[in-house]
């Protein structure tokens, strides 16, 4: 039975569990692999920097092995770092990709990567040995960004469509996602870029340098999210999901760690291209290659914080305007009043009318004394009468 073409991603199987490459598994994962599969064709693939990131002493052995072609490398300065390389040799042959990457910015190029049987994976287990195993691509930011590209650089005219149908096709290919998933996708909106890194390189750098996959670390619990909580360790931010804090996960990472409280952890996975690194507790730890799709989900919802500060900043100033536009509002019920009261300026015009009856009283008040003057002239001639009355009396 004839066996199948398979294309080795060395760099990454090199990888697996460390920070920096190492020849020695790499030969061990091949060797499980072909004692498995031993009517596979394999072509083992590294990048153009694996013989410098090797240690020392194995790098005489990468030489005498690339120099015999048992492993292949790219030219320098090659895109991807090698995975490029890798998928067109793939591409070309119709081979089976054996990695733990999902090759999100080539998505859009090489959709068959989501073909079965096109990519499997494999990861070695404590006392069991190399387990290898189908899989499909993880899809994320990168490669939602790589499908429209790809749809929209290269369009189907014999279907004609439109520019929002491409982009309405790609968008339903890309995000072929779980509703819950896809809530969350919406609520970071749409059209963001690639997640911003977790960490500074230095911050990044120092803690890998000091603490290798499966190691333990002292980390201080910093906030929670939804899915887990963000820890501190060595000056560096990691990541513990729920699935690394029971078996099963509790509801929520409350249940389990205390904001504040200081606790040993182990680093499950690194995430260099978002100098992102997972944690998880020892009794559940399992060590793997890449970082859990929670972990993922947290690392690209933190990198929203400024679009989210400015949010808040909007809110406060809209609150700020609203605050004072209340006692603008309230001014005009005053000028209100002040209409209202307005009738009592006609009141106020009726009574000074008023004086004008008072004049006009006061003129008859002039008149009147006239008349007391009459008065008083006739009381004196009756006074006078009355004295001629009393001479007379006498005679």
């Not at 090489?110 to 190399?130: A, M, N, S, T």
């Amino acid at each position: 039975m004839a066996g199948r073409q398979v294309v080795i991603d060395g760099s990454n199987i090199a990888t697996e569990g460390r920070s920096l490459p190492s020849l020695a598994q790499l030969d061990e994962a091949v060797r499980a692999y072909q004692a498995e599969h031993p009517t596979d064709t394999t072509i083992i693939v590294v990048d153009a920097t694996f013989g410098h990131r090797i240690d020392q002493s194995e790098r005489r052995a990468f030489e005498e092995a690339e120099a015999a072609g048992e492993l292949v490398s790219p030219p320098a300065g090659a895109i991807g770092r090698g995975d490029k390389f890798l998928l067109q040799i793939a591409n070309r042959t119709g081979a089976t990709v054996l990695s733990n990457d999902s090759f999100q910015e080539f998505h859009g190029e090489y959709g068959w990567l989501f073909e079965e049987g096109r990519l499997i994976g494999g990861k070695p287990v404590q006392g069991v040995g190399w387990i290898f195993t189908p899989r499909t691509p993880v899809r994320g930011p990168k490669s939602r960004v790589a499908v429209r590209a790809s749809k929209r650089a290269a369009p189907t005219p014999e279907k004609k469509v439109s520019n929002e149908a491409r982009d309405a096709i790609a968008e339903a290919t890309a995000d072929a996602v779980s509703p819950k998933e896809e809530r969350s996708r919406r609520r970071r909106g749409r059209g963001r870029g690639p997640a911003e890194p977790v960490n500074e390189p230095l911050a990044f750098i120092t803690f890998i340098a000091d603490h290798q996959p499966g190691s333990e670390v002292q980390a201080t619990v910093e906030s929670f999210t939804s899915h887990g909580a963000f820890v501190t360790a060595n000056g560096a931010r990691c990541y513990v999901p729920l699935t690394g804090l029971g078996d099963p996960p509790p509801r929520s990472a409350k249940d389990v760690l205390r904001r504040g409280e200081p606790r040993t952890f182990v680093v499950q996975a690194l995430d260099p291209p978002r100098r992102g690194i997972e944690l998880a507790l020892p009794e559940v730890a399992r060590v793997a290659g890449v970082p859990t799709d929670e972990t993922v989900e947290a690392e690209i919802a933190e990198s929203a914080p400024p679009a989210a500060k400015k949010r808040a900043a909007a809110k406060k100033k809209a609150a700020a305007k609203k605050a004072q536009a209340e006692p603008e509002k309230a001014e005009p019920k005053k000028t209100g009043a002040k209409k209202k009261a307005a009738p009592t300026k006609k009141k106020a015009a009726v009574k000074k009318a008023a004086p004008v009856k008072k004049k006009a009283a006061t003129k008859k008040a002039d008149v009147a004394p006239k008349k007391a003057d009459v008065t008083p002239k006739k009381a004196t001639k009756k006074k006078a009468a009355a004295k001629k009355v009393t001479k007379k009396k006498p005679t």
